[in-house]
C-alpha cells in the first residue's frame, strides 16, 4: 500500500489490511513468520566495494597512466631520482583519492544511527520490549517522551503526543500528532499528522500505532536509497584537468617528434636526437601539475579550518568558487533552531525582546526605549504566568576551558518542548525565577489537541491559589471575560476581543508562533476538579510571539553573495508564511520572486518547473525528494550548486549537489558523511569565505598553468626552432630535465599559496563548463613561450657568434637564459594583467622559491663536480647581462605594452 492510503485510512481500515489486533497486537508465531517474509526492520546497503577495488581504481586515470610511462622513460634515461617523484606524485594522488571514496561508502553506517535500537510492542496482549529491527509490519507498538520511533506508525491512539521531526522533514517545531484520518491526498510527510516516522523523537506525550513499513519500506529507507542511487558528479576543476591532460599530451609528443625528425634531416646523430626527444617529451608534460593542484588544495584546506570549515574532499573548495546557487537548508542552518520570544503584547503596547537562542540574556524594549520588565505590571504578570504553565527546563550544559588565556564559557540547552522553552528563557531573562519562589503547583491539566490549552493550579506560601493557562488566542479568548489592561482588571469587551484577535493576526503574519496567556484566582474553599472548571471565566493577560531566529551574520553573508553573482535559495519543510517572512527578512526574497510549496511543486510539470526555476526563491514543505528535484533542475539549467543542510532528509540532495555542505554541530552524522565540505561552526556566513578562498585557489592553479605550461612552450620552441634552422642542440638532455625538475617545482608551488587578488568577490562566478584556457590564458601561455623560447634562442645564437668553437658555452648561456626567463617570468604570472599590476615581492614564498633556484643554477655552473654532468662551463660578467637582458625582455615588453594600452583606454573613455 503507498503511503497515501495509510494516513486516509481509518484504524479499523488498517487493522484489517494489516491483519492485526487493535488491542492484542499480533501473536508471537506470526510476528516470527512476517519477519521470515520481510527481513530485518534495518537499513539495507548496496553490495560494499572492495577496499583493493576502490584503491586500484584510483591508477585507471589517463593523465595517472601518462604519469606512470614518463616514470618508466625516466627510468630508462637514468633518471632515478625524477622517476621516483613522479612515482611518489601518482601514490600521494591516489591514496587521498581511496581516503576520500572509501569515506563516502559510511554514509548509510551514519543513517543507521538514527534508527531505534529497541521497541515496545504489544504481542499476544502483552507489552514487550523487542529490539528494533525485530519489529515487522502489522506489529501494536507503543511510545512515549524520549523514544524514537522504531519503524513507519499509524497512530491509533495518543495522548497530547508531539514528535521531534526536523531530521526527516525539516520542521522545526514538534508536531501534534493525533488519529483522526485526514481526508486530503498527497499530502506531504509534515502534515501527515496521524503517522509517526522510523528515526523521529517523540518529545512529549504516549501514543500507539500500528506498524505499516518496516526497514527500505520507511520513509528513511527511501531517503537511504536515493543517497545509493544518487551518483558523486566530477568536479569543474576535475573535469578542467582531465581534459588538459589529454591536450598536453597530444600537443607534447606531436612537438617533440617534429623537433626529431627535423634533427634527423639536418644530419644531427639520431640516436642523440632521440635521447633529447624523450627528455623534451618528458620536460614538456608537466608531471609536477597534479602534485602542485593537490597542494594548492591542501593549503587552502588548511586556511579554511582557521575560518570554520572543514573541506573532507579537496576539489570542493575550488567548486564551491564557481557556484552560482546556493540552496539553503532554513531550520539549523539559516536560522539557529531555537525558538526564541522577540514580541509580547500587552495592555495594548508591543515589548520587542532582545537576544536569541537558549542563553538567558536580553533586554525588554518598549517604544524603542529599555524597560525593567518586573516594574511594568501586566508584563510581569504575563512572564510569571509563562514561566509558571510551563515543563520545560533550562540547563547549563558542562563548562569549555580550553586553556587559561580563556575565558570560561556557558553552554544553555532546553529540556522539553521548544515552544516552552521559549516561554521559559524569556522569563529568565527578566529574572522572574526569583519571584516565582513562592508558588508551587498542586495540579496540572496537560495540553490536547482537542482544547489547544494547558493550565496549572499553584499556591503561594500563604495558601492563595492562582490558575495560569496558556494556548492558542482564539481559543483561549472565548474563555476569558475579563482583561489585564492598564494596571487593573476589566471586563473583556467585543472591541478589545476584536483587537486582540488583530493583533495575532499581525503577528502570525510576521512568522511568530502565537501563545496566549490567562489566568484567574479561585474562589476561597473552591476545589478545581478538571480543566473544564480551571479554564473558565478567565483573565486574559497578553501574547507571546516567537520564532526561530536567524543566525547573526547570515544577512550579509547573503548580500555578499549577491555581490559575487551568487543566488541563494531558501528549502525548507517549515510552513510556507514562515519561511517566506525568515526569507524577507534576510534579504533572499527580492521583489518579484516566487514562494513555492511542496504541494505546488507536486503539481507542477517538469517544463513548467524548468520554466520558472530561476524566478523560485523560496521552497517551503518539501519533501526529500523535491530538493533532490530542485538541485538536479539547478544542475539541468547549467548552474553548479551548492546544498547546504544538517538533516538525513537534505542528504541525498547535498551528495548530488556539485558542493555538499553540512552543519558540523546540528547536521547529522548521515548530512556530514554525504557532505564535502562541514562547517565547523554552523554558521552559513562561513561559506561566504569557502566562496573567497575556492576562487583564490582556481586563480593560483591558473597561474601555475599558464607559468608551467609558458615555460615548457619556451623549451619545445627553442629546440624546434633550432632544429628547423639547422643549428646545434642548445640544450641537452639532462639540461633539459634539471629546467624540468627545479623551474617547474617551488615557483609554481609557491604561486599555488599566492594571495587573492583585489576583485576576487566582485566579480561574477566563472561559467562552470568555461576552459581552463579561457579570458585569454591560452594567448598567454603561447605568446610569453615564444618570447621566452626566441629570446633563449638568441642568447644561443649570439654567443655561437661570439665564438663559434665554444659550443658548451654557448648551451650553457642558453641554458641559464632559460631558467632565468622562467624565474622572472613567475612574476608576472601572479596577475591576470602584468608584472607592473602587483607588487612582484608580496608573495614572499616565491620570492624564497626564485633565489633557491637561482642558488640551484648557480651551482651546476661553478660547482666543478657538476659541470661535466651537466655540461656546463662558469660565465663572466658581460656573458650574464646578456642572459639578464634576453631572459627580461618576454616579461618586461608585455608589462611595458600592457600599460601602453591601459593608458590609451583611459584617454579613450
Known amino acids: 500500500m503507498s503511503r497515501n492510503q495509510w494516513y486516509n485510512s481509518s484504524t479499523s481500515e488498517c487493522v484489517e489490511m494489516m491483519q492485526t489486533h487493535v488491542e492484542k497486537g499480533l501473536s508471537a508465531k506470526s510476528a516470527k513468520e512476517r519477519l521470515e517474509q520481510v527481513g530485518e526492520n534495518i537499513l539495507e546497503e548496496k553490495q560494499k566495494i572492495s577496499p583493493w577495488v576502490i584503491l586500484l581504481g584510483q591508477f585507471k586515470d589517463f593523465m595517472v597512466l601518462v604519469l606512470l610511462a614518463a616514470t618508466l622513460i625516466s627510468g630508462l634515461l637514468g633518471e632515478y631520482m625524477d622517476a621516483l617523484t613522479i612515482i611518489a606524485i601518482v601514490l600521494i594522488n591516489g591514496i587521498l583519492g581511496f581516503v576520500q571514496e572509501y569515506r563516502a561508502e559510511k554514509s548509510l553506517g551514519a543513517l543507521k544511527e538514527l534508527t531505534a535500537p529497541t521497541a515496545h510492542v504489544i504481542r499476544d496482549g502483552e507489552l514487550q520490549q523487542i529490539p528494533a529491527k525485530d519489529v515487522v509490519p502489522g506489529d501494536l507498538v507503543y511510545f512515549e517522551g524520549g523514544d524514537r520511533i522504531p519503524a513507519d506508525v499509524r497512530i491509533i491512539a495518543s495522548s497530547g503526543l508531539h514528535v521531534e521531526e526536523s531530521a526527516l522533514t525539516g520542521e522545526s517545531m514538534p508536531v501534534l500528532k493525533q488519529e483522526g484520518v485526514i481526508t486530503q491526498t498527497d499530502m506531504p510527510l509534515g502534515d501527515q499528522t496521524n503517522m509517526a516516522f522510523k528515526g523521529t523523537l517523540v518529545t512529549r506525550g504516549t501514543g500507539q500505532g500500528i506498524v505499516v513499513g518496516t526497514g527500505m519500506q520507511t520513509e528513511i529507507g527511501k531517503i537511504a536509497a536515493l543517497i545509493q542511487s544518487t551518483e558523486t558528479l566530477q568536479t569543474p576543476l576535475q573535469q578542467r584537468l582531465e581534459q588538459l591532460g589529454k591536450i598536453l599530451i597530444v600537443v607534447a609528443l606531436a612537438l617533440t617528434a617534429m623537433v626529431v625528425v627535423a634533427g634527423i634531416m639536418h644530419q644531427h646523430d639520431p640516436y642523440q636526437m632521440f635521447l633529447a626527444g624523450v627528455s623534451l617529451a618528458v620536460a614538456a608534460i608537466p608531471e609536477g601539475l597534479p602534485a602542485i593542484v593537490t597542494i594548492a588544495l591542501a593549503l587552502g584546506v588548511q586556511r579554511m579550518i582557521k575560518r570554520k570549515a572543514i573541506v573532507r574532499k579537496l576539489p570542493s573548495v575550488e567548486t564551491l568558487g564557481c557556484a552560482t546557487v546556493i540552496c539553503s537548508d532554513k531550520t539549523g542552518t539559516l536560522t539557529q533552531n531555537k525558538m526564541t520570544v522577540t514580541q509580547i503584547w500587552v495592555e495594548g503596547k508591543n515589548v520587542e525582546v532582545s537576544g536569541t537562542g537558549y542563553v538567558p540574556e536580553g533586554k525588554f524594549r518598549l517604544q524603542g526605549g529599555e524597560i525593567h520588565p518586573t516594574r511594568n505590571s501586566a508584563l510581569s504578570r504575563l512572564l510569571l504566568l509563562n514561566y509558571l504553565c510551563n515543563n520545560a527546563k533550562l540547563v547549563e550544559e558542562k563548562i569549555e576551558k580550553k586553556s587559561l588565556l580563556r575565558k570560561e564559557k556557558k553552554q544553555w540547552e532546553i529540556i522539553g518542548d521548544p515552544t516552552e522553552g521559549a516561554l521559559l528563557v524569556c522569563s529568565e531573562k527578566a529574572g522572574i525565577p526569583a519571584h516565582a519562589k513562592t508558588w508551587q503547583r498542586v495540579k496540572e491539566f496537560p495540553f ?415 660547482y666543478e663536480p657538476l659541470q661535466p654532468i651537466f655540461r656546463t662551463v662558469p660565465l663572466d660578467m658581460n656573458q650574464w647581462i646578456l642572459v639578464l637582458t634576453l631572459a627580461a625582455i618576454p616579461t618586461l615588453l608585455v608589462g611595458v605594452m600592457r600599460l601602453f594600452y591601459d593608458a590609451l583606454r583611459a584617454k579613450t573613455r
Not at 725 to 740: D, H, K, S, T, Y
Open 448 to 862: 490536547d489537541s482537542s482544547r489547544k490549552m494547558m493550565s496549572v493550579l499553584v499556591r503561594d506560601a500563604h495558601g492563595a491559589q492562582m490558575i495560569s493557562v496558556k494556548g492558542a488566542p482564539d481559543i483561549l479568548l472565548n474563555r476569558c471575560s475579563k482583561v489585564y489592561w492598564n494596571g487593573s482588571i476589566s471586563p473583556l469587551t467585543p472591541a478589545l476581543k476584536k483587537q486582540i484577535l488583530q493583533q495575532n493576526m499581525e503577528m502570525a503574519e510576521q512568522a511568530l508562533r502565537v501563545l496566549a496567556v490567562a489566568y484567574r484566582e479561585p474562589k476561597s474553599g473552591e476545589r478545581v476538579i478538571d480543566e473544564n472548571q480551571a479554564e473558565r471565566d478567565l483573565i486574559f493577560v497578553g501574547l507571546s510571539g516567537m520564532i526561530d531566529p536567524p543566525r547573526d551574520g547570515v544577512k550579509q553573508a547573503i548580500k555578499e553573495c549577491r555581490m559575487a553573482g551568487i543566488k541563494t535559495v531558501m528549502i525548507t519543510g517549515d510552513h510556507q508564511i514562515t519561511a517566506q517572512a525568515i526569507a524577507h527578512k534576510l534579504g533572499i526574497l527580492p521583489k518579484g520572486g516566487l514562494t513555492i510549496n511542496g504541494q505546488d511543486l507536486y503539481n507542477m510539470s517538469n517544463e513548467e518547473f524548468e520554466r520558472k526555476i530561476e524566478d523560485i526563491y523560496v521552497y517551503a514543505r518539501v519533501s526529500p525528494e523535491h530538493k533532490l528535484k530542485i538541485v538536479q533542475t539547478l544542475q539541468a539549467k547549467g548552474h553548479v550548486v551548492a546544498m547546504t543542510g544538517d538533516g538525513v532528509n537534505d542528504a541525498p540532495a547535498i551528495k548530488a549537489a556539485n558542493i555538499g555542505i553540512a552543519m558540523g554541530i546540528t547536521g547529522t552524522d548521515v548530512s556530514k558523511e554525504a557532505s564535502s565540505l562541514v562547517l565547523a561552526d554552523d554558521n552559513f556566513a562561513t561559506i561566504e569565505a569557502a566562496i573567497e578562498e575556492g576562487r583564490t585557489i582556481y586563480d593560483n592553479i591558473r597561474k601555475f598553468i599558464r607559468y608551467l605550461l609558458a615555460s615548457n612552450v619556451g623549451e619545445i620552441l627553442v629546440m624546434f626552432l633550432a632544429m628547423m634552422a639547422g643549428m646545434p642542440l642548445p640544450l641537452v638532455p639532462i639540461q633539459i630535465l634539471w629546467v624540468n625538475l627545479v623551474t617547474d617545482g617551488l615557483p609554481a608551488m609557491a604561486l599555488g599559496v599566492d594571495q587573492a587578488e583585489a576583485d576576487t568577490m566582485n566579480r561574477p562566478p566563472r561559467p562552470s563548463k568555461e576552459s581552463i584556457f579561457s579570458r585569454g590564458l591560452g594567448w598567454k601561455i603561447i605568446s610569453r613561450g615564444v618570447l621566452i623560447g626566441v629570446c633563449t634562442l638568441a642568447a644561443f645564437w649570439l654567443a655561437l657568434q661570439e665564438n663559434p668553437n665554444h659550443l658548451i658555452e654557448a648551451q650553457t648561456i642558453a641554458f641559464s637564459t632559460l631558467v632565468m626567463a622562467q624565474l622572472i617570468h613567475v612574476f608576472d604570472c601572479r596577475s591576470e594583467y602584468s608584472i607592473f599590476h602587483r607588487n612582484p615581492f608580496q608573495n614572499k614564498y616565491l620570492v624564497v622559491a626564485v633565489i633557491v633556484s637561482v642558488l640551484l643554477l648557480l651551482g651546476v655552473i661553478y
